[in-house]
C-alpha cells in the first residue's frame, strides 16, 4: 500500500485528494494507497481564504454565472464501495439561484459561502476515507520534510509521520520576509504607542478588533480588491450601510455609523483604480471570443510557449492578443468609443497598450483623469450606460482568455526571462480581468461622494514616519495617519517565503525556484525538477508556490484544473510501473 501525504488542504488539497482516488479507480483499481493529509485550519477543503466563518462582506471577484465552471466530483469506486458523487458548485446552489436571466446582474458571492461549500465536499469524501483506513487528516502545519530514499519523514510541532513514499505540496498563500518599507514601518509602530500596523491584509476580522475608533484616519497600502474588503470591514461592521439606489447599475448611497473610522487614504504605486467586470452576461457577451477565435488562439499560445521555435520574447503573446482583440473591437460598433481606425490599427494600437499601460491615445481611458472620474466612467462601461474605450475591451476579452493561457503555458519550455514576462503580462492585466463587481466601485464612489474616501493621494505619495504615525505627500497635499493596513498580498516569489517548511526545502536543496522572482520550479507533472544526474525525487508542487512552472495559480477554478489530474494520473501511473 502506497502512502501519499497532502501537505495543504485547501481546495488544491482538496482536488489532489480527489484527483488521487479518481486516477486509481480509473487506471489501477487493483492497487491500494492510503493518504495523510496536514491542514491545520478547522475548515479543510476550505483553508483560511475561503474560511466559512468570515464575514459576509468579503466577495469572490468570480461570478456565480463563471463559477458555473467549478466541476463536481464524480463517484468513486473501490473495490465493493462507491463513494457517491459531490454536485458543482452551481448543482449545490439552491435552484433558483442557478442560471439567473442574462440581463439581471451577475452574483458575487461572499467567500464564506464558497468554503462553506469546499468544506462540505471535503467532509463527504473525507468521511468514506477514513472509514476506509484509507486516511488520516493531521491538524497539524508540517514544519521539516527530510528525504532519505525511498521515504519522506513530516515533522510537526508534536510529531514526526514516517515512511512516506510520495509528497504532494498544496499549500497556498505563505508568510514572506518583510518589504524594507513594512520592515521600517514596523520598527516604528514598536516605539510608539498611539499607531497602528497591520503587515498582512488578511483576516479582516483582526482589523475589525483593533482599537481603531471614529477618530482614526485610515490609510491602505494598496488600491486593490483587499483594500475594498478592508474598508467594508471598517464600515458595515460598525453601524454603517449602503442603500441602492439603482438596482440595474447598482448605484449606491452611503449611510454613516458611529464607530467607524471617517477618513479612508487609498495609495499604490501608480494611483490607478480596479475595473468593474460587466454588469451581467449580456453585456458581457459583447467581449466574448468565439470558440474558433479562442482555438486560434490557443494554437499561437501552445506554439509560442512549447514550439518547434519557442518564443524569445513576451511579443507572441501580444500578438496573439491583439489578433482576438481587433475584429472583436470593430464590431462593437457604436458601443465602442467612436473612431475611424482599421482593423490592422487596432491591432497594432492593442500591441502597443499591452506593451505600454500609460499609453495616451483617444480610444484609452486617460490616465490623467482624476481617479474619481475614471472609476465613474469604467461603471458606465460595466453597465452598458457608456462606449467602451479600447482598454476595457482588452482587458475583458483577456479575462476570457485567460483559462486559454493558463492553460496552454503551463509548463513552458521557453527561457524562464521569457515566463517572467509573460506573467508580468497577466499580472497587469488583473486590474481588469481580476476586476471586482460593479458594486464594489460603486460602494467607493458613494464613500468619496460622501467625504470618507480620500483620493487626493492615491498615487504614489511619499511617506514619511511621524510621531503621529505617517506623513503622505503628493502634489502639495499632505495628511497625516494614524492607522496603516497593508492591503498587498505577497507574491509567490520563493526566494522571500519566511515559512520553515519551504526555508527547509531550499536547504536541503530539494526544491529551487524557476526565477528569482518566481516560484518553485517542476515538470509537466508538477513535479520538483532535480538536477542533471540526480535521481527522481517523488515531491510534488500544485498551486501558487509553483508559479512560473505555471500561471494561473491564484484562480479558484485553476485550484481544480488539469494539472493536478496530471500529477495524479502520472503518480499512478508510475506506481504501477513499479510493480
Not at 124 to 141: R, S, Y
Not at 217 to 236: C, K, N, P, S, Y
Amino acid at each position: 500500500m502506497k502512502h501519499y501525504a497532502i501537505i495543504g488542504g485547501g481546495p488544491r488539497g482538496l482536488f489532489a485528494l480527489e484527483s488521487l482516488f479518481i486516477a486509481l479507480y480509473n487506471n489501477a483499481p487493483e492497487a491500494q494507497i492510503k493518504v495523510t493529509l496536514f491542514e491545520p485550519f478547522k475548515y479543510p477543503g476550505a483553508g483560511w481564504v475561503w474560511n466559512p466563518e468570515q464575514v459576509e462582506n468579503n466577495w469572490l471577484n468570480i461570478t456565480e454565472r463563471a463559477l458555473q465552471d467549478l466541476p463536481g466530483r464524480p463517484e468513486i469506486k473501490l473495490g465493493d464501495d462507491i463513494i457517491p458523487a459531490f454536485p458543482s458548485y452551481t448543482e449545490w446552489l439552491p435552484k433558483e439561484q442557478q442560471n439567473p436571466p442574462s440581463t439581471h446582474p451577475d452574483q458575487f458571492p461572499p467567500r464564506a459561502k464558497m468554503g462553506t461549500y469546499l468544506n462540505a465536499r471535503f467532509e463527504v469524501l473525507a468521511a468514506a476515507l477514513h472509514g476506509f483506513g484509507l486516511l488520516e487528516t493531521i491538524t497539524e502545519t508540517v514544519n521539516e520534510l527530510t528525504y532519505v530514499a525511498p521515504y519522506f519523514t513530516a515533522e510537526t510541532s508534536t510529531q514526526s509521520v514516517k515512511q512516506i513514499e510520495e509528497v504532494v505540496l498544496t499549500i497556498g498563500h505563505q508568510d514572506t520576509i518583510l518589504s524594507d518599507q513594512l520592515q521600517e514601518w514596523q520598527d516604528h509602530v514598536a516605539q510608539k504607542d498611539n499607531t497602528i500596523l497591520f503587515t498582512e491584509a488578511y483576516p479582516v476580522e483582526k482589523i475589525m478588533q483593533a482599537n481603531i475608533t471614529s477618530e482614526s484616519v485610515v490609510a491602505f497600502r494598496g488600491f486593490g480588491l483587499a483594500m475594498i474588503d478592508q474598508i467594508r470591514a471598517l464600515t458595515l461592521q460598525r453601524g454603517a450601510h449602503f442603500e441602492i439606489l439603482d438596482n440595474d447599475s447598482k448605484e449606491v448611497a452611503f449611510h454613516a455609523g458611529e464607530n467607524h473610522p471617517q477618513r479612508f487614504v487609498p495609495f499604490s504605486l501608480d494611483g490607478l483604480p480596479m475595473v468593474p467586470k460587466p454588469i451581467n452576461k449580456a453585456v458581457d457577451k459583447w467581449f466574448m471570443p468565439s470558440d474558433d477565435t479562442i482555438d486560434a488562439f490557443a494554437k499561437a499560445i501552445h506554439q509560442g510557449a512549447c514550439g518547434d521555435h519557442p518564443a524569445k520574447d513576451q511579443y507572441f503573446l501580444l500578438e496573439a492578443m491583439a489578433a482576438v482583440v481587433a475584429p472583436l473591437f470593430l464590431r462593437l460598433e457604436d458601443k465602442a468609443l467612436s473612431h475611424d481606425l482599421s482593423e490592422e490599427e487596432v491591432y497594432f494600437l492593442s500591441i502597443n497598450y499591452l506593451n505600454n499601460k500609460s499609453l495616451a491615445h483617444p480610444l484609452l481611458l486617460s490616465h490623467q483623469k482624476p481617479v474619481l472620474q475614471m472609476m465613474q466612467q469604467q461603471v458606465e462601461m460595466a453597465v452598458g450606460e457608456a462606449p467602451v474605450s479600447l482598454d476595457y475591451v482588452i482587458g475583458q476579452v483577456w479575462r476570457h482568455c485567460q483559462p486559454t493561457i493558463y492553460r496552454e503555458f503551463s509548463y513552458p519550455e521557453i527561457a524562464d526571462d521569457v515566463v517572467a514576462e509573460v506573467i508580468a503580462l497577466d499580472e497587469a492585466s488583473k486590474r481588469y480581468s481580476y476586476g471586482p463587481p460593479v458594486e464594489s466601485i460603486q460602494q467607493l464612489i458613494a464613500l468619496a461622494k460622501a467625504g470618507l474616501l480620500d483620493l487626493n493621494l492615491v498615487n504614489n505619495p511619499a511617506i514619511t514616519c511621524v510621531d503621529g504615525g505617517w506623513q503622505l505627500e503628493s502634489d502639495g497635499k499632505k495628511i497625516t495617519v494614524d492607522v496603516m493596513l497593508n492591503a498587498v498580498l505577497n507574491s509567490p516569489q520563493l526566494v522571500t517565503v519566511d515559512t520553515p517548511i519551504i526555508k527547509n526545502l531550499l536547504h536541503n536543496e530539494m526544491i529551487e525556484p524557476k526565477h528569482t522572482d518566481l516560484g518553485i520550479r517542476t515538470d509537466d507533472y508538477g513535479y520538483v525538477e532535480v538536477p542533471e544526474g540526480k535521481s527522481f525525487v517523488p515531491l510534488a508542487v500544485l498551486g501558487r508556490l509553483s508559479k512560473g512552472s505555471v500561471i494561473g495559480v491564484d484562480a479558484i477554478l485553476e485550484c481544480f484544473g488539469p494539472r493536478t489530474v496530471s500529477w495524479s494520473e502520472r503518480s499512478i501511473d508510475l506506481m504501477k510501473n513499479e510493480k
